[in-house]
């Protein structure tokens, strides 16, 4: 299964993925990983009823989720890879996920988050589990939607290091 | 029409999800006149579609009855203000519902 995408969105399944990302990838199936939203039946009916017909999706637990990756499940498809947290990121290359880059959508204001980019806003520990995502050899690209500028987020870190 | 009242707008921008959800809450609890609260959205599937279904099932009981429109267009909202006083939501969702296809058309 080539993955062609690895993507930190909050907001997770919704329009910049299906119609932004879609159109520009032309990816067979998301694939959400998120044990919040894969262990409650209500938020997996919405997230799948946010996928348009011509789309499949899968939701699935991180450890579930490392396990399909690892064993090359969904043979033949076109994947994109979706989570709401550099947590889960990390959680999966702990687990063995050989990830090369990440793509960082959304991640939006909440309190306690500094402001990054207009749609980026990360906590300390946000901050800190990107730090750890990067030393580890991934690069992390800030980029919305596909026609977006990219922002590689380890210049950006650097840029605010009097701040971070 | 005229500045209506008992109407709220809300934008998702740069709104987290838990973030938009407690602002779409503030605004439909402000909402207390009439027979319930209806919100339209641009487009299904969206977070904005996602926030107002999560919101909707959350708050819709005894205080609020709520209801979710998406692909609002000007139609549908003019028809709203006009006929929201004379129907109960039951009945008037259907009806703004007709209104926004109904103003869909094409000119060749």
């Not at chain 1, 906590?123 to 990067?134: D, L, N, T, V």
Request: one cysteine or more; hydrophobic letters at 40%.
């Amino acid at each position: 299964m080539p993955i062609l995408l690895y993507r930190v969105d909050e907001r997770l399944i919704h329009g910049q993925v299906v119609v932004g990302w879609g159109n520009s990838l032309k990816f067979d199936r998301i694939v959400l990983v998120n044990d919040q939203v894969a262990s409650n039946k209500w938020e997996r009916d919405l997230y799948l009823a946010c996928v348009p017909p011509e789309m499949k999706a899968t939701i699935l637990p991180v450890d579930e989720g490392v396990a399909k990756i690892l064993q090359n499940g969904f043979e033949g498809e076109r994947i994109v890879i979706l989570v709401d947290s550099p947590f889960d990121i990390l959680r999966m290359v702990e687990k063995g996920v050989k990830i090369d880059s990440v793509n960082v959508g959304g991640v939006h204001f909440k309190r306690d988050r500094m402001k990054i980019l207009p749609y980026l806003f990360l906590s300390p520990e946000e901050i800190s589990a990107f730090k750890r995502i990067i030393s580890a050899g991934i690069k992390c690209e800030c980029r919305d939607v596909p026609l977006a500028e990219k922002h590689d987020l380890s210049s950006l870190f650097d840029k605010l290091s009097h701040k971070l | 029409m005229g500045k209506q009242e008992g109407l709220s707008v809300l934008s998702n921008a740069g709104l987290g999800r838990e973030e938009l959800i407690s602002a779409l809450q503030k605004k439909v609890d402000q909402e207390t006149s009439g027979d319930g609260v209806v919100i339209f959205v641009d487009m299904f599937g969206t977070s904005c579609w996602q926030t107002a279904k999560k919101v909707a099932s959350e708050m819709c009981g005894d205080k609020h009855k709520i209801a979710v429109i998406t692909g609002v267009n000007l139609p549908m909202l003019t028809k709203f203000f006009t006929w929201r006083a004379s129907f109960p939501l039951s009945q008037l969702v259907p009806l703004v519902k007709q209104e926004g296809e109904k103003g869909i058309r094409t000119e060749s």
